[in-house]
């Protein structure tokens, strides 16, 4: 019944967003980012709006998709908005009531932290909806190879990335086992208070452990025996092309931060 | 304690495009103190059929009764009707995390709510049926052991609950010949003095014909034969049409009584058919 | 020494360092190019050491192994032997290190440092050798063991090597997923000429090699053809080892005087004399 979980948010279908290199995928996120915050009025919103629409619809994700990821965040949003709402001092009054006193600016400013904080996880969700977890890491990997100079390790970050999502669906079976076998003791995870709870997590998670540390070190052979000694002198089966396609979202992006400066010059 | 299945139907992922029917109107009875096997290919639906008879899945219809109880029916103390019925799953040595092998022993017997004294009298219980000294195992880290030492402090975690039924999934699974042994002659020997009735879910016909009194064979989820290895062994081509095979003895009694050998049909054991050999050849020797 | 020997061990012994008796101790073997050999033992016995031996995972404490004339002693040669000598290892799941099945094929030649445009035909075509070509875009949790096996073996022949170390690769297999693997290994073996080093505690796995190695207590005690091996019905039993079912009946005929001949392995072998020995009276 695990089978049939899906790995993070990806949405595994074919398109020509899903086909974009991870590298300028995870590039043109973090520029997209960049100009949520810049936009200062509602056409800058609706810009954006647009934009992420017009992608969805390229992506083949369906626009509900992209809604379900602010489910999470929707309180971290509704108090986003509140607080800007009644605490932002302004000049235009529009509602005073008791202690509320709304104004113009605090709604405004409310307006947009909400809005910014809406688009951040609509960007995010559209790279990890259209990047599968491995070519994300690829990505990663590649962007971040640079910093080899100062030691930093991106292969074996992007390694660790690359096991951990292979082993998520053995250990999460194997949970489900250990559950089961410890219930069959006649442990109960269900009732009784949070410490209680929290005790009765002991006989699930020592077995999880243990065998997440046998496997870690039995993995370890095996890679070995199979040659692996770092990322020093290693191929790869995969390599990442730019394509005409990355240079167009390339275009497609910069033009959007273009009418965003131009919003801030003119409007 | 008798368990009666009736008309035992399980799907996964139920009103989704990925159901499956594991369980297919399952039906059978077991009555106290029999060594029932339960035999199949992987995904002949044993494993679940074995979660259901202690409770851990729910039925999608149909009933498991326990002492003529529903396990699953609503004014039903389930954790009182699953103390009878011991589950060891496979690789059970996987599930062990106390300290000490006398602590998680002791775990299943706690969780009972018996005093420290009964708990104390359990754990020694249970590591005698399993043939581990307590003065030399009790306090002992169950991961300082041998594979097949685990297994058996598993095990002996699931005895000291003194259910009366003992279900096990696969218990010899991984093991070499010697831990192998171990396992089956304590099963054999806690069968015949206990009298636990005993549900083994196993792969090996060979096991099976040494230990069980009756066999269920089962195949995509349905029940395809149910009797002694008697009757299932002389069905080599019903067995072999589901992928099983059937122990050797019983295919060399059936090669040679194709040939015209005068043989028995329902041979399956080694020490059966050596009479039968040694017979036929001195007849042949005789003339 | 012999330069066309795939393996050799010369007076090889093995301590952990926690440990006061060597797993192993003063083991010496020889196999040759295109060799099936089974090394029987139980659990403890020894037989996983000497695969690690063999794979330069660990490296003896006395005597030399040799693996196609590299000695495992000397460090640089770690990756030239690790790739002529490919392991399989007993875990299906933790010998698996890709999300994607020709990923996983891919991880020796990436290490290996084999370019690119050389990986894709060397996966293609390890994947049709262990029949597993249908899967090469599959996630490797949603597979059976035995085909996770077949991945690993995969993943091993495309490196190349002159010998595969399976490390009790069927121990936690099904019936059909041990048959798979099993089949995979001997096809290998027999059309590629592939060395096979096969560690078990399976008497019918030992009993289709060219060879049987017993090991116990760290020692090789018996070696032979499986026929040889196993006719010592009493020895085996006494070293907690199994014996073909037709083997251990034949030897207890024999003791009743029935003269079937040595070295019954299956059921047909068995009926065969059988028919010698008493023929029908209508056939005669």
């Given at each position: 019944m695990?089978?049939n979980?899906?790995?993070?948010?990806?949405?595994?279908?074919?398109?020509?967003v899903?086909?974009?290199d991870?590298?300028?995928?995870?590039?043109?996120?973090?520029?997209?980012?960049v100009?949520?915050?810049?936009?200062k009025?509602?056409l800058?919103?609706a810009?954006i709006?647009?934009?992420v629409?017009?992608?969805?619809?390229?992506a083949?994700v369906p626009?509900?998709?992209?809604l379900r990821?602010?489910?999470?965040?929707?309180?971290?949003?509704?108090?986003?908005f509140?607080?800007?709402l009644?605490?932002?001092?302004?000049?235009t009054v529009?509602?005073?009531?008791w202690?509320?006193?709304i104004?113009?600016?605090?709604?405004?400013?409310?307006?947009?932290?909400?809005?910014?904080?809406?688009?951040?996880?609509i960007?995010?969700?559209?790279?990890?909806?259209?990047?599968?977890p491995?070519s994300?890491?690829?990505?990663?990997?590649i962007?971040?190879?640079?910093?080899?100079?100062i030691h930093?390790?991106?292969?074996?970050?992007?390694m660790?990335m690359t096991?951990?999502?292979r082993?998520?669906?053995?250990l999460?079976?194997?949970?489900?086992k250990?559950?089961?076998?410890?219930?069959?003791?006649?442990?109960d995870?269900?009732?009784?208070?949070?410490?209680?709870?929290a005790?009765?997590?002991v006989?699930?998670?020592?077995?999880?452990?243990v065998s997440?540390?046998?496997?870690?070190?039995d993995l370890?052979?095996?890679?070995?025996s199979r040659?692996?000694?770092?990322?020093?002198?290693r191929?790869?089966?995969?390599?990442l092309k730019?394509?005409?396609?990355d240079?167009?979202a390339c275009g497609?992006?910069?033009?959007?931060?273009?009418l965003?400066?131009?919003?801030?010059?003119?409007l | 304690?008798?368990?009666e299945?009736?008309h035992?139907?399980?799907?996964?992922s139920?009103g989704?495009?990925?159901?499956?029917?594991?369980?297919?109107?399952v039906s059978?009875?077991?009555?106290?103190?029999?060594?029932?096997g339960?035999?199949?290919?992987?995904?002949?639906g044993k494993?679940?059929?074995?979660?259901?008879?202690?409770?851990?899945?729910?039925?999608?219809?149909?009933q498991?009764?326990?002492d003529?109880?529903?396990?699953?029916?609503?004014?039903?103390?389930?954790?009182?009707l699953?103390?009878?019925i011991?589950l060891v799953?496979q690789?059970?040595?996987?599930?062990l995390?106390?300290e000490?092998?006398?602590k998680?022993i002791?775990?299943?017997?706690?969780?009972?709510?018996?005093t420290?004294a009964?708990?104390d009298?359990?754990?020694?219980?249970a590591?005698?049926?399993?043939?581990?000294?307590?003065?030399?195992?009790?306090?002992?880290?169950?991961?300082e052991?041998?594979?097949?030492?685990?297994?058996?402090?598993?095990?002996?975690?699931?005895?000291a609950?003194?259910?009366?039924?003992?279900?096990?999934?696969?218990?010899?699974?991984?093991?070499?010949?010697?831990?192998?042994?171990r396992?089956l002659?304590m099963?054999?020997?806690?069968?015949?003095?206990?009298?636990?009735?005993?549900?083994m879910?196993s792969h090996?016909m060979?096991?099976?014909?040494?230990l069980?009194?009756?066999l269920?064979?089962?195949?995509?989820?349905?029940?395809?034969?149910?009797?002694?290895?008697r009757?299932i062994?002389m069905?080599?081509?019903?067995?072999?049409?589901?992928?099983l095979?059937?122990?050797?003895?019983?295919?060399?009694?059936?090669?040679?009584?194709?040939?015209?050998?005068?043989?028995?049909?329902?041979?399956?054991r080694?020490?059966?058919l050596?009479?039968?050999l040694?017979?036929?050849?001195?007849e042949g020797?005789?003339? | 020494?012999?330069?066309?020997?795939?393996?050799?061990?010369?007076?090889?012994?093995?301590?952990?360092?926690?440990?006061?008796?060597?797993?192993l101790?003063?083991?010496?073997a020889?196999?040759e190019?295109?060799?099936?050999?089974?090394?029987?033992g139980?659990?403890?016995?020894?037989?996983?050491?000497?695969?690690?031996?063999?794979n330069?995972?660990?490296?003896p404490t006395?005597?030399?192994?040799?693996?196609?004339?590299?000695?495992?002693?000397d460090?640089k040669?770690?990756?030239?032997?690790?790739?002529?000598?490919g392991?399989?290892?007993?875990?299906?799941?933790?010998?698996?290190v890709?999300?994607?099945v020709?990923?996983?094929?891919?991880?020796?030649?990436?290490?290996?440092?084999v370019?690119?445009?050389?990986?894709?035909?060397r996966i293609?075509?390890?994947?049709?050798?262990?029949?597993?070509?249908?899967?090469?875009?599959?996630?490797p949790?949603?597979?059976?063991?035995?085909?996770?096996q077949?991945?690993?073996i995969?993943?091993?022949?495309?490196?190349?090597?002159?010998?595969?170390?399976?490390d009790?690769a069927?121990a936690?297999?099904?019936?059909?997923?041990?048959k798979?693997?099993?089949?995979?290994?001997?096809?290998?073996?027999?059309q590629?000429?592939?060395t096979?080093?096969?560690i078990?505690?399976?008497?019918?796995?030992?009993?289709?090699?060219?060879?049987?190695l017993?090991v116990?207590?760290?020692k090789?005690r018996?070696?032979?053809?499986?026929a040889?091996?196993?006719d010592?019905?009493?020895?085996m039993?006494?070293?907690?080892?199994?014996?073909?079912?037709?083997?251990?009946?034949a030897?207890?005929?024999?003791?009743e005087?029935m003269?079937?001949?040595?070295?019954?392995?299956t059921?047909?072998?068995?009926v065969?004399?059988?028919?010698?020995?008493?023929?029908?009276k209508?056939?005669?």
């Open positions: 695990l089978n979980i899906t790995m993070g948010q990806y949405y595994p279908v074919d398109s020509k899903h086909r974009l991870p590298r300028i995928k995870l590039i043109l996120t973090i520029v997209f980012i100009i949520v915050f810049m936009a009025t509602f800058g919103y810009v709006l647009g934009f629409w017009l992608t969805a619809r390229l083949n626009f509900r998709m992209l990821g602010l489910k999470p965040l929707r309180i971290i949003i509704i108090l986003t509140l607080l800007n009644f605490f932002t001092t302004g000049e529009w509602v005073q009531f202690v509320i006193r104004t113009k600016e605090g709604f405004l400013q409310a307006a947009f932290y909400s809005l910014r904080l809406i688009f951040l996880v960007g995010t969700s559209l790279l990890t909806l259209t990047t599968s491995v994300l890491s690829d990505g990663i990997e962007l971040l190879s640079p910093l080899k100079v930093f390790p991106a292969h074996e970050l992007a660790m096991i951990a999502l082993f998520i669906p053995t999460l079976e194997e949970t489900d250990i559950m089961k076998a410890q219930m069959a003791r006649g442990a995870f269900e009732s009784g208070n949070l410490l209680s709870r005790k009765a997590m006989p699930l998670l020592v077995p999880l452990f997440a540390f046998r496997r870690a070190g370890a052979m095996a890679m070995e040659c692996y000694h770092g990322g020093e002198g191929t790869r089966l995969r390599v730019l394509t005409r396609n240079w167009i497609a992006m910069a033009a959007l931060l273009a965003i400066i131009l919003e801030g010059i003119f | 304690m008798p368990i299945v009736s035992l139907t399980h799907c996964y139920e989704s495009a990925l159901r499956t029917v594991a369980l297919d109107d059978f009875r077991i009555e106290n103190g029999e060594f029932v339960i035999i199949g290919h992987t995904g002949s494993s679940t059929l074995v979660q259901h008879l202690n409770g851990l899945l729910k039925p999608t219809s149909g498991v009764l326990v003529g109880e529903d396990l699953n029916g609503e004014h039903v103390n389930r954790r009182a699953r103390q009878h011991g799953f690789y059970p040595e996987y599930q995390f106390e000490t092998v006398a998680d002791a775990f299943g017997p706690k969780n009972q709510g018996l420290a009964e708990i009298e359990r754990v020694r219980y590591m005698e049926c399993v043939h581990l000294d307590y003065q030399k195992y009790a306090e002992r880290s169950p991961f052991l041998s594979g097949g030492q685990m297994r058996r402090v598993a095990i002996a975690g699931v005895l609950m003194k259910p009366s039924v003992l279900i096990l999934d696969e218990p010899t699974a991984g093991l070499d010949p010697r831990g192998r042994d396992i002659g099963l054999e020997e806690l069968h015949a003095r206990e009298n636990v009735t005993i549900l879910v090996s060979d096991d099976m014909a040494r069980a009194s009756r269920i064979v089962m195949s995509d989820g349905k029940v395809v034969a149910d009797g002694t290895p009757e062994f069905q080599e081509d019903m067995m072999t049409s589901i992928g095979d059937i122990p050797e003895a019983a295919r060399l009694c059936a090669r040679l009584r194709a040939k015209g050998y005068d043989l028995p049909a329902d041979l399956f080694p020490e059966q050596k009479e039968q040694l017979r036929i050849w001195k020797s005789a003339c | 020494m012999r330069s066309d020997t795939r393996v050799q061990l010369n007076d090889v012994s093995y301590s952990y360092e926690e440990q006061a008796t060597p797993a101790s003063d083991v010496s020889v196999i190019p295109g060799e099936f050999v089974a090394v029987l139980h659990n403890g016995s020894g037989k996983s050491t000497m695969a690690k031996l063999l330069a995972l660990y490296i006395e005597g030399n192994v040799l693996v196609c004339g590299y000695n495992t002693r460090e040669l770690v990756w030239e032997i690790r790739q002529r000598a392991m399989i290892f007993q875990n299906p799941d933790n010998q698996i890709a999300t994607v020709k990923e996983d094929v891919a991880f020796g030649l990436e290490n290996l440092g370019p690119t445009e050389e990986m894709l035909p293609e075509s390890a994947l049709s050798a262990v029949r597993m070509s249908k899967y090469a875009d599959k996630a949790h949603l597979l059976s063991g035995g085909q996770k077949r991945v690993a995969a993943g091993i022949l495309a490196m190349e090597p002159s010998v595969i170390i399976a009790e069927t936690m297999l099904d019936p059909s997923g041990r798979e693997v099993l089949e995979t290994i001997r096809t290998l073996n027999r590629k000429g592939i096979v080093v096969w078990t505690h399976f008497m019918e796995e030992a009993a289709l090699a060219d060879r049987v017993v116990t207590d760290g090789i018996l070696s032979g053809t499986p040889e091996v196993f010592r019905v009493e020895e039993r006494e070293m907690h080892l199994d014996v073909p079912h037709m083997t251990a009946l030897g207890e005929l024999r003791a005087g003269p079937l001949k040595p070295g019954i392995l059921v047909d072998e068995f065969e004399e059988v028919e010698r020995l008493c023929p029908l209508s056939a005669t």
